[in-house]
């Protein structure tokens, strides 16, 4: 027989008792948070799925940044007049800035004219290509996956070992670069290998990671205070939403920083290209 006055607890499954042991803290609050991860790195396909011409949405802001900066370009230099105004003079003010701030300023006047074309290149692809990583509905730089940081970095590295070659022929450029004059027959056994490392692996090495790197902890960065922000707004309880600000604050505040990273991730590949350029047109000076 059932007592009447003893009612009997309903049962309830594991996960539910686990919730109810659960301490109650600011995560379990947050429970439907979700995070950027780099799964955002690696969209699902748009087009040609399944194909080697396949692209993804960091793809199409590849071509389409690319486009614009084509577009750009011929816009303001279609005409270009005595004195600039409006579009190209901006377009001119960006390119004296890479001409006599890198390439003249590293190479000096004549070698700096001649290998231009690729640093201009080198430099307004990087900062076209990341300036997406703040603009609305694009909002991530497709730098900040590997594939685009190694071509550009195939390119300077092209680039830096032509013009050794070019200058000194095969042998006496390699042999300029990584062997160090005036130390003892005996330190080369150490100290080729190191070179050899640091001047033709560790240099495209790191152009690539710098530019990958700095750009994906931008935009993780990002996305997660303005994430932060929407949760906080949205979809919190009220205690919580007075965090809503904070994180809109700072996600403001970290756009303006991240302007300046994408300035400074293009002009460092640029200066670092320029520099290579330099160390092997003087190989033979060690």
């Given at each position: 027989?059932?007592?009447?006055?003893?009612?009997?607890?309903?049962?309830?499954?594991?996960?539910?008792?686990?919730?109810?042991?659960?301490?109650?803290?600011?995560?379990?609050?947050?429970?439907?948070?979700?995070?950027?991860?780099?799964?955002?790195?690696?969209?699902?396909?748009?087009?040609?799925?399944?194909?080697?011409?396949?692209?993804?949405?960091?793809?199409?802001?590849?071509?389409?940044?690319?486009?614009?900066?084509?577009?750009?370009?011929?816009?303001?230099?279609?005409?270009?007049?005595?004195?600039?105004?409006?579009?190209?003079?901006?377009?001119?003010?960006?390119?004296?800035?890479?001409?006599?701030?890198?390439?003249?300023?590293?190479?000096?006047?004549?070698?700096?004219?001649?290998?231009?074309?690729?640093?201009?290149?080198?430099?307004?692809?990087?900062?076209?290509?990341?300036?997406?990583?703040?603009?609305?509905?694009?909002?991530?730089?497709?730098?900040?996956?590997?594939?685009?940081?190694?071509?550009?970095?195939?390119?300077?590295?092209?680039?830096?070992?032509?013009?050794?070659?070019?200058?000194?022929?095969?042998?006496?450029?390699?042999?300029?670069?990584?062997?160090?004059?005036?130390?003892?027959?005996?330190?080369?056994?150490?100290?080729?290998?190191?070179?050899?490392?640091?001047?033709?692996?560790?240099?495209?090495?790191?152009?690539?990671?710098?530019?990958?790197?700095?750009?994906?902890?931008?935009?993780?960065?990002?996305?997660?205070?303005?994430?932060?922000?929407?949760?906080?707004?949205?979809?919190?309880?009220?205690?919580?939403?007075i965090f809503a600000a904070p994180s809109l604050i700072m996600g403001f505040l970290?756009?303006?920083?991240?302007?300046?990273?994408?300035?400074?991730?293009?002009?460092?590949?640029?200066?670092?290209?320029?520099?290579?350029?330099?160390?092997?047109?003087?190989?033979?000076?060690?």
């Amino acid at each position: 027989m059932i007592d009447r006055h003893c009612p009997i607890e309903p049962q309830s499954s594991p996960a539910a008792a686990r919730t109810r042991e659960r301490p109650l803290s600011v995560t379990n609050l947050a429970a439907e948070f979700h995070p950027p991860s780099l799964s955002d790195f690696f969209p699902p396909a748009v087009l040609f799925e399944g194909t080697p011409f396949e692209l993804d949405r960091l793809m199409l802001i590849r071509i389409l940044m690319s486009a614009l900066l084509i577009v750009f370009m011929l816009i303001a230099l279609r005409s270009p007049k005595i004195v600039p105004r409006g579009v190209q003079n901006v377009a001119e003010i960006a390119l004296d800035f890479v001409r006599i701030h890198v390439a003249e300023d590293v190479l000096g006047k004549e070698q700096g004219r001649r290998f231009l074309p690729v640093i201009m290149t080198i430099f307004f692809t990087v900062f076209a290509l990341n300036l997406s990583a703040i603009i609305p509905f694009l909002n991530i730089s497709s730098n900040a996956r590997i594939g685009l940081p190694i071509v550009l970095a195939a390119v300077a590295y092209v680039a830096f070992v032509y013009a050794g070659v070019k200058k000194f022929g095969l042998g006496k450029f390699v042999k300029g670069t990584i062997v160090i004059p005036g130390i003892p027959p005996a330190m080369h056994v150490l100290l080729i290998p190191l070179e050899f490392i640091s001047n033709f692996v560790l240099r495209p090495f790191t152009l690539t990671v710098r530019l990958l790197a700095n750009m994906l902890a931008g935009h993780i960065m990002l996305v997660l205070f303005f994430s932060a922000t929407q949760f906080f707004l949205f979809e919190a309880s009220a205690g919580l939403k007075i965090f809503a600000a904070p994180s809109l604050i700072m996600g403001f505040l970290f756009t303006m920083f991240e302007m300046l990273v994408i300035f400074l991730q293009a002009y460092i590949f640029a200066l670092l290209t320029a520099i290579y350029i330099d160390l092997s047109l003087h190989a033979d000076s060690h």
